[in-house]
């Protein structure tokens, strides 16, 4: 009983302690209801508004005297294509001592076809080796070597979007692929300005360098390219967005009903009929769409003048309306039933022969004397008209006035 007694007194308490935290007394001495959720909140006097959480602060080396190595070497390895290779050897002093700059080594092996990079004593920035990652990437991906290498800033990242596995057939994929493109490269460089993004498309992948938010809209175009949702339409949101980011009495406003709403119905063949049908219905009675509160008006019988533009108008024929029938049609004959009701299945080879030879040069004599009068419609003479000579002009005007004497 004791226990019992000791839980019910501590449960008593609690419900008593949250419901005197779910009231805040205020500086007039009214209390106020407060959200059970926020009732352990405080102020933080750190977090003012004037500090913006999403500027990314600037790494800077440290001075000579305060530098500390690292404790472990941090390296990654990448494979690199066959094709790349020349291109690699030629440009890797150039990235060397890039790398160098940021306190990374690299190292090319020419006979595996693969890249590393790893930390050095010098290293005093623990994220690099991650940005080196990414610049070896850029480069096995066919990025050249002075755009790849302006990720290792620090306001700059990178997406290598996989699209290879995204569309089963292979024509399909590479229109959807080269719609990405567009005529020209109109589209892509169309995406390149609206999310200020670099954007490269080859084989079965793409590759993108930007800010964070321009590579969310990149992955998301690319994406729903290969879903077989046009680019233009990402393209038409992107602009009205950049155009109401201008006015600034829409900043903490929705723009959702400024923004164009694009759906896709896939309908099945039962629905697609439902639908057809009741169109047909509609057409063939239209008193039935009408409302049935409605008064019904007799058309006139009277006659109305019809202007020389007007024309009547003519009253659609009433479509049959077609019954679904479970059965399938009737099995056409096969090509072996046309030769055995025709006779032909019976020949010899011989004959056979004979018979098609006989059928193609009845068909190209058909072919060539229609082609024959085609070319020979140019070399018909159109009708001259020939002018009145004087004989003809006297007898004119003679009937002439003769027709008035009567």
């Known amino acids: 009983m004791s226990a019992e007694a000791s839980s019910s007194g501590i449960s008593k308490k609690s419900k008593k302690n949250k419901s005197k935290a779910a009231e805040a007394v205020n500086g007039d001495g009214e209390t106020q209801e407060v959200d059970k959720n926020k009732r352990h909140r405080k102020d933080k006097p750190w977090d003012t508004d004037d500090i913006d959480h999403w500027n990314i602060p600037q790494f800077t080396a440290p001075a000579s005297g305060e530098h500390k190595p690292f404790l472990e070497e941090s390296s990654f390895a990448l494979l690199f294509p066959k094709y790349r290779e020349p291109y690699l050897r030629s440009i890797w002093s150039n990235i060397t001592s890039e790398l160098d700059k940021y306190g990374l080594a690299c190292e090319l092996d020419l006979v595996q076809g693969q890249m590393t990079v790893k930390t050095t004593r010098k290293t005093w920035d623990p994220y690099i080796v991650l940005k080196g990652r990414d610049l070896l990437k850029l480069l096995a991906r066919g990025v050249n070597a002075p755009q790849a290498i ?15 596995g995204l569309v089963r057939n292979k024509e399909r994929f590479v229109k959807r692929r080269q719609r990405l493109v567009g005529p020209n490269g109109s589209t892509l460089k169309a995406i390149e300005l609206l999310t200020e993004c670099y954007v490269l498309v080859q084989g079965n992948t793409v590759s993108a360098m930007g800010s964070f938010k321009g590579l969310k809209e990149v992955r998301r175009i690319i994406i729903d390219c290969m879903n077989n949702i046009h680019p233009i339409y990402r393209i038409k949101e992107l602009m009205i967005r950049r155009e109401l980011a201008k006015d600034p009495k829409l900043a903490g406003e929705s723009w959702d009903r400024f923004l164009p709403k694009f759906q896709k119905k896939h309908l099945s063949t039962s629905e697609k009929t439902a639908k057809k049908n009741s169109a047909l219905e509609r057409q ?45 049609p009737p099995q056409q004959p096969s090509k072996l039933d046309l030769q055995l009701a025709s006779g032909e299945y019976f020949l010899k080879p011989r004959e056979k022969e004979a018979l098609e030879k006989r059928k193609k040069a009845e068909k190209q ?42």
């Open 150 to 164: 302006k990720v290792l800033q620090d306001g700059i990242a990178c997406d290598i979007i996989k699209i290879g």
């Open 284 to 328: 063939a009675d239209p008193s039935s769409s009408v409302n049935p509160n409605s008064i019904p008006v007799a058309p006139s019988t009277s006659t109305t003048a019809v202007g020389e533009g007007d024309k009547p108008k003519r009253t659609p024929f009433p479509t049959k309306k077609k019954t679904y029938t479970p059965f399938p």
């Open 365 to 406: 004599n058909e072919v060539s004397a229609q082609r024959r009068a085609e070319r020979e419609e140019a070399f018909v003479a159109p009708p001259e008209k020939r002018e009145e000579g004087v004989e003809e002009r006297r007898k004119k005007r003679k009937r002439a006035k003769a027709e008035d004497l009567m």
